[in-house]
């Protein structure tokens, strides 16, 4: 499930807790920003029956108290990326009950409750950016990982909603939605930032501030750079011919972000511009093995205006935004000892436009929603050639989409709230998609929550999967795809058993239907996209959470999965059956803390139905508080037990699993440099 030549195919796009641990070594301290810090300080104050009780805003389009919301919503603050001193977004989110990750040496992919398929690029999560959908319009990719748009110094906090959320989001939200909010900062300042890690990492940002009466502003700029692992060893590729089964110097990784959010009275304008390009060692889809061609860049650029305020009929929003995707992928292809080596690329690009509104309104205890939003891609192209030779797959396309929806929130019993919601988008090349959502919470009392949600969710086939094709292994679908659709009851028990500590437990049945795939023609012999898989996935959650004044806080979780295919009644790929992670923060000295994790996972399935062995992780960070006049320091290790640990490979690799990293390491050190405001 790749954007490739399937042939000489093109480049690919594709994709028990346990002891304790000793990390002596770890004894330098963590990046934070002064004004970062004092809300760190800000923080520490809150109970944890304070902090539960945030106010989100992706589980109902509107703010309201967690525990209230109609879903399973967890939260993750720039406190907590900075005292787990977390690289990626992937990473934060791998933290979380329910959620876990792999790697396939070019792309970060998610699993949500034990279903998790390489290849489809994360497309059935929905990933926002403040609201705004950063999904492209070629293959529906969410990045995660190194390839994500923003720096994640820039975080304020990531809002993560587990669940079908069509019913207000649409398409892609089918196992959740994941809005991350960047940090709306006043006054005047520089900083900078710079770390420095494993295979010769390195990383630079700076970043500026400003306000001035109404106006103000954020500007920032980030470069990375690292070298990779400067040899890795594959066994299915040990022979002479393919260097014993070595890739050399070819697991390079660099990106550059910026990112501009301007706020005069009720209008926002935010964007971004990201391109990363990543080489890949894996020789994955038939590539030549240890070549270092073999590469692929994503860039990605957006700029959205919004206009928010609260008007007679009650809280209005309105969106208009312009969105660039491309891609690009080079790769090496040898189809014998004596055939030449030749070059094949891949490109893809779309450029789209956009409005979006709503508006919510109180009614006494009641309350209604409603929206609207209208999308049309200016163009949507896709090519494949071999380097020198006309092209063997030319696309374009232009397709629009457009979506009504709504949600009434009734309260006609004491500590009864009942949620009805539903949507409905048509898309100019699939037709409409109805949307449903129903949600029950009851309160007993203020510490508790009872709930239950039945939600329907789409995903609706994207521009590779309906129109590809290179006329040598890969053709067109037989008759047109229509959309996945997910069915979902969940319960869920949130309890506060005193100030500062927390049980939750979660059950939910998914049961998937019209999924995607890629599979052979029997006739022609070629491959095809076609609507033929149906999964199911039973899942139990339960987390256990505290936290005191003094900072000191600890979250542990354990999951249980059985995810199988309905059609075939076998254990699913890519699935850990169980997963156990436990978090904690020790306040040390000087606002200074030691954030400790530990993550683990069963044993997975892979597509070539061998085992993946289980796995479990330990990494550590000191960071500190402000030294030395707003300079910050942290120190991170990764793995720190250098286990030995691997993730499934998707169908597209000879490798039924790709070895992850041993032992690394990150140091950081930042400063902020504020400036006062003139008076006149």
């Given at each position: 499930m790749c954007p490739v030549l399937t042939t000489c195919p093109v480049l690919s796009r594709c994709r028990p807790l346990a002891a304790t641990l000793t990390?002596?070594?770890?004894?330098?301290?963590?990046?934070?920003?002064?004004?970062?810090?004092?809300?760190?300080?800000?923080?520490?104050?809150?109970?944890?029956?304070?902090?539960?009780?945030?106010?989100?805003?992706?589980?109902?389009?509107?703010?309201?108290?967690?525990?209230?919301?109609?879903?399973?919503?967890?939260?993750?603050?720039a406190a907590d990326i900075r005292r787990y001193g977390w690289r990626t977004l992937g990473e934060a989110i791998n933290s979380l009950r329910g959620f876990y990750t792999s790697y396939d040496r070019q792309y970060t992919y998610l699993g949500v409750r034990g279903l998790l398929r390489p290849g489809d690029y994360n497309s059935r999560v929905l990933l926002l950016i403040n609201g705004h959908r950063t999904n492209e319009n070629v293959y529906d990719s969410a990045f995660i990982g190194t390839e994500f748009e923003l720096d994640l110094d820039l975080i304020?906090?990531?809002?993560?909603?587990?669940?079908?959320?069509?019913?207000?989001?649409?398409t892609n939200a089918v196992f959740g939605v994941i809005n991350v909010i960047t940090r709306r900062l006043s006054g005047n300042a520089v900083e900078t930032s710079a770390d420095t890690s494993s295979f010769l990492g390195r990383t630079g940002r700076i970043t500026t501030t400003f306000e001035q009466g109404k106006l103000s502003g954020l500007f920032s700029g980030s470069l990375f750079r690292s070298n990779g692992q400067s040899a890795l060893f594959y066994p299915e590729f040990a022979s002479p011919a393919t260097n014993n089964g070595w890739a050399d110097n070819i697991d390079g990784d660099r990106y550059g972000h910026a990112f501009a959010d301007l706020q005069y009275g009720h209008f926002r304008l935010h964007g971004l511009f990201?391109?990363?390009?990543?080489?890949?060692?894996?020789?994955?889809?038939?590539?030549?093995?240890d070549d270092p061609a073999n590469t692929s860049t994503d860039s990605r650029a957006y700029a959205e205006l919004t206009y928010h305020r609260a008007v007679s009929l009650g809280d209005l929003e309105v969106r208009v935004y312009d969105d660039w995707y491309e891609f690009f992928g080079l790769g090496a292809f040898n189809e014998g000892p004596a055939a030449p080596r030749i070059l094949a690329s891949n490109w893809a690009s779309a450029i789209w436009l956009g409005t979006a509104a709503s508006l919510d309104r109180q009614i006494g205890r009641q309350r209604m929603l409603v929206g609207g939003d209208f999308?049309?891609?200016?163009?949507?192209?896709?090519?494949?050639?071999i380097l020198g030779q006309p092209s063997l797959f030319v696309d374009h396309r232009s397709p629009s989409r457009a979506a009504a929806y709504g949600e009434g929130e009734l309260n006609l019993i004491p500590k009864l709230s009942i949620r009805i919601g539903a949507r409905m988008d048509w898309f100019s090349a699939y037709g409409g998609s109805f949307s449903p959502r129903i949600a029950l919470v009851y309160s007993p009392e203020a510490r508790t929550a009872l709930k239950y949600i039945y939600g329907e969710a789409f995903r609706a086939p994207n521009a590779y999967e309906s129109y590809y094709y290179d006329g040598i292994t890969s053709e067109p679908p037989p008759s047109p795809l229509i959309p996945e659709r997910m069915r979902s009851n969940e319960v869920i028990v949130e309890r506060g058993l005193s100030s500062w500590f927390q049980l939750s437990v979660d059950a939910s049945n998914n049961r998937l239907k019209n999924l995607i795939d890629q599979v052979p023609d029997a006739s022609t012999g070629f491959t095809e996209f076609v609507n033929i898989g149906r999964d199911r996935g039973l899942t139990l959650e339960m987390e256990l959470e505290a936290k005191r004044a003094s900072g000191l806080a600890a979250r542990a979780s354990y999951t249980l999965a059985d995810a199988t295919d309905d059609i075939q009644h076998s254990w699913l790929a890519n699935s850990p059956k169980r997963m156990a992670k436990l978090n904690t923060t020790l306040p040390l000295f000087h606002h200074s803390f030691a954030g400790i994790e530990l993550l683990s996972s069963s044993a997975q399935k892979t597509y070539q139905d061998t085992t993946v062995d289980s796995a479990l992780l330990a990494n550590a960070t000191f960071s500190s508080g402000p030294l030395f006049r707003d300079w910050q320091f942290s120190a991170s290790g990764y793995n720190a037990l250098n286990h030995r640990w691997f993730s499934p490979a998707g169908p597209a690799f000879a490798q039924a699993q790709i070895q992850q990293d041993g032992r690394t390491f990150l140091f950081k050190l930042s400063h902020t440099l504020a400036f006062e405001r003139s008076s006149k």
């Open positions: 990390l002596s070594a770890l004894l330098l301290p963590a990046s934070m920003l002064s004004a970062q810090s004092q809300d760190d300080q800000g923080a520490m104050s809150l109970s944890l029956e304070a902090l539960t009780h945030a106010q989100v805003f992706s589980a109902s389009r509107h703010l309201e108290d967690s525990r209230q919301a109609p879903a399973s919503v967890s939260i993750i603050t304020d906090h990531i809002e993560i909603v587990r669940g079908p959320s069509s019913s207000l989001f649409g990201s391109s990363r390009t990543k080489s890949i060692p894996t020789a994955s889809y038939g590539r030549s093995f999308e049309h891609s200016v163009t949507i192209r896709q090519t494949n050639q």
